[in-house]
């Protein structure tokens, strides 16, 4: 099995960045209070644990042993990157907006 090079292993870094950013963001947001919650709050952090989802397979999709022949997995990588990136950004959204 080969080592992850190049995109794999920055797709990674990324996902995990886009992660620990997400929840630095929820940690902010005050999704901690105790507080009744609306259901915009309930909204936001549903949007926001689908997108830690994503951004949580996002490595394990990449780093998936292929046969030598077999086709890559950046691709579906990628998707689930751009899936958890556009949704923890929904969330922070639905947050300032609502």
Do not use: N, Q
């Not at 940690?27 to 915009?40: F, I, K, S, T």
């Not at 042993?65 to 077999?70: A, H, L, Q, W, Y």
């Amino acid at each position: 099995m080969r080592a992850p090079t190049g995109s794999i292993v920055g797709l990674c870094s990324a996902s995990a960045t886009m992660f620990a950013v997400g929840m630095a963001f929820l940690g902010y947001w005050g999704v901690h209070e105790p507080l009744p919650w609306r259901p915009r709050d309930i909204a936001v952090v549903i949007l926001a644990f689908i997108g830690f989802a994503a951004l949580g397979s996002v490595t394990w999709i990449a780093t998936t042993p292929v046969p030598e022949d077999g086709a890559e997995k950046v691709v579906p990588a990628r998707r689930a990157f751009a899936t958890g990136v556009l949704l923890i950004w929904l969330s922070v959204l639905v947050s300032i907006v609502g």
